[in-house]
């Protein structure tokens, strides 16, 4: 049975959507039941990431127009031609969902959707005219046309039912893969703790707040040998002004601004971390909450990062999405002591490896990829 994984990009600027297709990609390919194929748009950035997927057939085309579109005329002939029985695409809003519907309305066969948080009311209410269009367009028929439509948290499946109200949902949380040893230096902390947010550089995240409560929470406090390390990239312009509000706060000595940071230097400074801050308005599910899970790192997250159960076995802490409510779990956060932090590191990494596990995660998958193409052979009899 082979698997068309249709997505965007598998380059670092895919970001989560893409670190989730390529675990997948790997563990299916890993566990040897199904032949996974990796379909997406071409990226000269994306070599690394390639490297990743040594032993599987990526079949990628070249695209112009903005990137936020990726207009590819090429894409959905490649994906015809390569034969697979199912695709499922990953990520929504762009011209993967037109060539993911192309592909079902041509072939008949089985065809997944997994919009990755983006039918979360947040993301809708931005660009809502482009959105409205788009809905119109391809958007809504792709929708309609899936056999399946893929939810992260029981969270995501309110919103995509909200959306598609005939849809049939399934809830599958995204993988995560073992932390290979030579990369796991949680028994080695830097000298000198510090707060990551590691991820893009976007409104959603809600930086700005971020960096008030950090002000709030460290300035004359004994704490303020802790630094707040932001990892990552965006639109020039925001960047530029998360580092004016730096300096209009008189926070640059706690604050530093790393840039993108990938590979083992992404794996030391997650390893490295006292804690994860991710203060967003809207997620789908994190893969970055995940990575930091697996390194035994937990983290201060808001309610919209559909990681409940992270609050509950104390890997991760709950905090507002305003500047005064996050100061407050910042500086209880950054008070703790060790014995509580090692504690919290414990419990992180079981929580990864008893519901993240990539391996298990694949088995459910190629059983529901199983599952649509005996249906697709069943529907097929009924009608002769």
């Avoid at 890993?30 to 490297?51: F, I, M």
């Amino acid at each position: 049975m082979k698997i068309g994984l249709l997505t965007p990009w598998i380059s670092h600027g895919g970001g989560g959507v893409a670190e989730a297709v390529i675990v997948l990609a790997r563990t299916l390919h890993a566990a040897g039941q199904v032949e996974p194929v990796v379909v997406c748009l071409s990226e000269r950035d994306d070599l690394e990431q390639r490297g990743r997927l040594a032993g599987i057939r990526i079949i990628s085309d070249g695209w112009f127009g903005p990137r936020s579109f990726g207009f590819s005329p090429n894409l959905l002939l490649s994906l015809l031609r390569a034969e697979v029985d199912i695709v499922h695409l990953h990520g929504i809003w762009m011209w993967t969902s037109v060539v993911g519907l192309g592909w079902a309305a041509s072939t008949g066969r089985p065809y997944v959707i997994s919009p990755h948080g983006m039918l979360e009311p947040w993301i809708l209410k931005r660009s809502p005219i482009k959105k409205a269009l788009a809905r119109n367009l391809y958007e809504g028929p792709s929708l309609r046309r899936a056999n399946l439509l893929h939810a992260l948290t029981d969270v995501e499946a309110e919103s995509i039912r909200a959306f598609s109200p005939s849809a049939h949902v399934r809830v599958v949380p995204n993988g995560m893969e073992p932390v290979s040893a030579s990369l796991d230096c949680a028994d080695a902390r830097s000298p000198e703790p510090y707060v990551l947010y590691l991820g893009r550089l976007h409104p959603k995240k809600n930086l700005e707040a971020l960096l008030k409560a950090w002000q709030l929470a460290t300035i004359g406090s004994s704490v303020m040998r802790t630094r707040l390390i932001i990892a990552g990239t965006g639109d020039e312009h925001y960047v530029k002004s998360l580092k004016a509000l730096v300096t209009t706060l008189a926070i640059d000595s706690g604050v530093e601004f790393v840039g993108p940071v990938f590979g083992d230097e992404k794996a030391r400074l997650l390893a490295n971390a006292q804690w994860l801050a991710l203060p967003s308005l809207s997620e789908g599910l994190p893969m970055v909450v995940l990575e930091a899970w697996n390194h035994g790192v937990p983290t201060l997250m808001t309610d919209a990062c559909n990681l409940p159960d992270g609050f509950g076995c104390g890997a991760a802490v709950r905090i507002g999405d305003t500047p005064q409510t996050i100061s407050v779990q910042l500086a209880s956060a950054l008070a703790e002591p060790a014995t509580i932090l090692r504690t919290r590191s414990d419990a992180a990494r079981a929580l990864v490896h008893r519901q993240f596990n990539a391996n298990v995660i694949a088995g459910h998958w190629v059983n529901i990829y199983s599952g649509l193409r005996t249906q697709q052979a069943t529907d097929a009899e009924r009608r002769l």
